[in-house]
């Protein structure tokens, strides 16, 4: 049993009959579930995750004071406190007055803010720029056990992915950056004799490579301990993980080197392929380059589009 499933257990075992013999009348406002931080929101958690923050337990979502006053929402805090603190043989840890950071009665327009900056899930083109991808990835992942406000599922379809230009500006900038990484900079290292820097070309080419598959596949890229997980489980391009972690566990001697730069170029073909598959570029060339361009141009906003390529990256 993984943590969101073990989450849900306890919620119906002893969270939802808490809620309908106690807080009836509290019912309508009310969303439960888990999503956040934590290798068990995104179901990746294992047995080494089980050292820290693996327990039984739920996020009970209240909206703000205006329909839930403080002393509501505390005595809704000390009811779940009561909670039984043994579950299948997990125990929950102490929580203080006002809950915990992951689990217990939260605010959603607080949660929504501390995450994104937005309590209510809308942001600007600056904001959708800036904010942290893997914040994006935790304000979506996990589950709603139930919302029968609507809030807070309301909120997380308008983080659900980055809006089309958004995505654009980033999927650009991550193809200059694997142009410059991989089909330019990784060859000429070498040849200056610079192995780190080679190195650093390489790490860099895998980082924008893997940040471009995210935005082909319209996700979010969480935290990097577990972005190849995540990759290997994405509908498109999903193999090219092997090969990306084949560049960042392999030396750049001799015909090591000749082989990792023909796998980058590769890797560009697949990518370059699904952009024409996607419509997203009007180059016909092998140049990430001209393709970081073509996609660029295709950004509807001006402002946008014409803010450096490297903008939003």
């Not at 499933?5 to 106690?22: H, I, N, T, V």
């Not at 999903?238 to 960042?248: F, G, I, T, V």
């Not at 980058?264 to 393709?291: F, N, P, W, Y």
């Amino acid at each position: 049993m993984n943590g969101l499933e073990l989450s849900r257990a306890y919620f119906e075992a002893y969270g939802k009959p808490m809620l309908d013999e106690q807080f009836p009348d509290l019912l309508p406002h009310l969303a439960a579930g888990l999503f956040g931080s934590g290798s068990e929101c995104f179901g990746y958690d294992d047995e080494v995750s089980r050292d820290h923050d693996f327990e039984p337990g739920f996020c009970l979502f209240i909206p703000g004071e205006d329909v839930v006053d403080r002393r509501t929402a505390f005595t809704l805090e000390r009811a779940y406190a009561k909670l039984p603190r043994e579950f299948m043989g997990f125990r929950r840890s102490v929580m203080g007055p006002v809950g915990g950071p992951r689990r217990g009665v939260l605010r959603t327009d607080e949660f929504f803010a501390e995450k994104i900056g937005s309590p209510d899930g809308v942001l600007t083109f600056s904001q959708w720029l800036t904010v942290p991808e893997q914040a994006l990835a935790e304000c979506t992942n996990g589950a709603l056990f139930f919302d029968n406000r609507g809030d807070v599922t309301a909120i997380r379809q308008l983080l659900s992915c980055f809006p089309e230009d958004v995505g654009r500006k980033k999927m650009a900038g991550h193809l200059l950056l694997m142009a410059q990484s991989g089909q330019y900079n990784y060859r000429r290292c070498l040849g200056h004799g610079e192995n780190g820097a080679a190195q650093l070309a390489a790490v860099e080419f895998v980082r924008s490579a893997m940040a471009v598959v995210f935005l082909l596949n319209h996700r979010y890229q969480p935290y990097y301990k577990w972005s190849f997980r995540a990759m290997r489980a994405l509908p498109k391009l999903s193999l090219l993980a092997e090969l990306l972690e084949y560049l960042l566990t392999t030396d750049n001697d001799g015909d090591l080197a000749n082989d990792k730069y023909d796998v980058m170029e590769s890797i560009a073909a697949d990518v370059i392929d699904e952009l024409m598959e996607q419509g997203l570029t009007r180059a016909t060339c092998g140049d990430l380059e001209k393709h970081a361009y073509s996609v660029n141009d295709g950004i509807n906003d001006a402002a946008l589009r014409n803010l450096h390529i490297l903008a939003a990256v």
